[in-house]
């Protein structure tokens, strides 16, 4: 699976979006780009993902570049209960590769 | 629907103990993973399985051993425990074929060696 590179952290004020960005330059035409994340040491929750169109569902929305080398979780209004630590995973869409994480961006929504 | 349970949620254990944790999901899914997180760290595969019956090594599968006899039952076991064994584990569950979007996870186990 391709490597991905987030932030370590980010700050974001309540109510306002928070654009959490993720490079993965060397990404597969095969691979999809999914967001999880993780609040306060629970289990990860399961966000969005995309392969090259952009999505949105009732959560956030997902930006993915033209080139795929890089995409933004968009977080549209933020609360305090989004701080969280924020993984992007890139992975080829077959039940046969798990979710391989890295080291996220943990975002804290400030009042 | 529970989702995906695991026992128990916290334990300590001394040095060179046994256990057992357990993941059980009402969902019918077919892949299993067990993951563990040092703090600070992420998630890191230690082992999974895509069907009953099967299993494979993961990232860190060293000191661990795991089971699949049943669909909805994943056990992670932990022969002679060391102090680097002392995180936090999750199991999670996702369906297989085309609508593998989404895993789910547990709430985790907090294990102790002491």
């Known amino acids: 699976d391709a490597k991905t590179t987030q932030p370590p952290s980010m700050d974001c004020a309540e109510g306002r979006a928070a654009n959490l960005p993720c490079n993965h330059s060397t990404i597969s035409g095969n691979e999809y780009v999914y967001w999880y994340r993780q609040i306060h040491s629970q289990g990860p929750q399961y966000i969005i993902h995309g392969l090259k169109n952009n999505e949105t569902n009732e959560m956030a929305s997902l930006i993915i570049t033209e080139d795929r080398k890089s995409s933004t979780l968009i977080l549209p209004h933020a609360t305090l209960r989004d701080t969280a630590v924020y993984y992007c995973i890139v992975r080829a869409y077959s039940g046969n590769t798990p979710l391989v994480f890295g080291k996220g961006t943990r975002l804290s929504v400030i009042a | 629907n529970a989702g995906v349970t695991q026992t128990p949620k916290f334990r300590v254990l001394k040095t060179g103990q046994s256990m057992t944790l357990l993941c059980a999901q009402d969902?019918?899914?077919?892949?299993m993973y067990w993951y563990r997180q040092d703090p600070g760290m992420g998630l890191r595969l230690i082992h999974y399985s895509v069907g009953e019956g099967t299993t494979a090594k993961g990232e860190v599968p060293d000191g661990y051993n795991v089971s699949r006899l049943k669909k909805q039952n994943f056990l992670l076991g932990l022969e002679s425990a060391a102090p680097s064994q002392t995180s936090v584990y999750f199991c999670?569950?996702?369906?297989?074929?085309?609508?593998?979007?989404?895993?789910?996870f547990g709430q985790g186990t907090r294990l102790t060696v002491v």
């Open positions: 999670a569950s996702t369906n297989g074929g085309h609508s593998n979007t989404e895993a789910f």
């Open positions: 969902m019918n899914h077919e892949y």
